[in-house]
């Protein structure tokens, strides 16, 4: 079974730049999440879809940051304009059916993106 | 509400065991597990559950203490492929988004 797959593996950008990430999450999975894990961290949480529908955008910067899932399958995050601070490693990760407690919520993550914003 | 994981980094020698700790301020649903090595994705390790019985994988345990309101993984007889950053997701109950440790990073040397 395929993972979840995202690109570019890395990027580096300067600041007030835009960037964009990609995401194909697991087949079959309902649920796909983006997380921002800055360095010596854990994941934190950026959004959640259930499908193609917005389920949790609360920890999403929404001056500067944007996502969307068309279709319901592949999904692309942007910041436009970058800051220093959003240097980080930015996780995908899908799940079958997220909201619902316990071993439906397992989530499976991608490699991530390493941005680094000079 | 971001759960608390202790200690932040353990060295370890083969074979040697391990503890590592997640609390939470909150009655919690669910613990997961997750390792993280370096440059990689957090890969799932096991799930505890309310009620539910104490798991493994491989010669890795946790139990869930619902009274404490606190997971333990246990990593026994440890081997060099354990090292990494072992990271607990709590679930809450109507709330069931994980929220993230700081994680533990956990170094085992030859």
């Known amino acids: 079974e395929a993972g979840v797959a995202q690109s570019p593996r890395y990027k580096i950008i300067e600041k007030r730049q835009s960037v964009a990430f990609w995401c194909n999450p697991i087949s079959g999975h309902a649920t796909l999440y983006w997380y921002q894990q800055i360095l010596g961290q854990g994941p934190k949480l950026l959004i959640q879809f259930q499908n193609n529908g917005v389920v949790d955008d609360s920890q999403l910067p929404k001056d500067r940051f944007s996502a969307e899932r068309l279709k319901g399958v592949d999904s692309t995050l942007k910041i436009q304009p970058a800051k220093l601070e959003d240097s980080a490693v930015y996780l995908c990760a899908s799940s079958l059916v997220g909201g619902k407690p316990g071993a439906k919520n397992i989530q499976y993550f991608g490699a991530g993106t390493r941005l680094s914003v000079l | 509400q971001q759960p608390v994981q202790s200690p932040q980094a353990v060295i370890l020698r083969e074979g040697e065991d391990a503890v590592i700790n997640c609390s939470s301020s909150?009655?919690?649903?669910?613990v997961h597990w997750y390792r993280q090595k370096h440059g990689e994705a957090p890969v799932f390790l096991m799930i505890?559950?309310?009620?539910?019985e104490q798991m493994r994988h491989e010669k890795i345990s946790a139990s869930f203490n619902e009274k404490k309101q606190q997971s333990s993984l246990y990593l026994t007889a440890s081997q060099l492929s354990y090292s990494g950053t072992y990271f607990c997701g709590t679930e809450y109950r109507n709330d069931y988004k994980l929220s993230f440790g700081a994680g533990t990073t956990v170094t085992v040397r030859a």
């Open positions: 505890l559950l309310k009620g539910g």
């Open positions: 909150k009655a919690l649903y669910s």
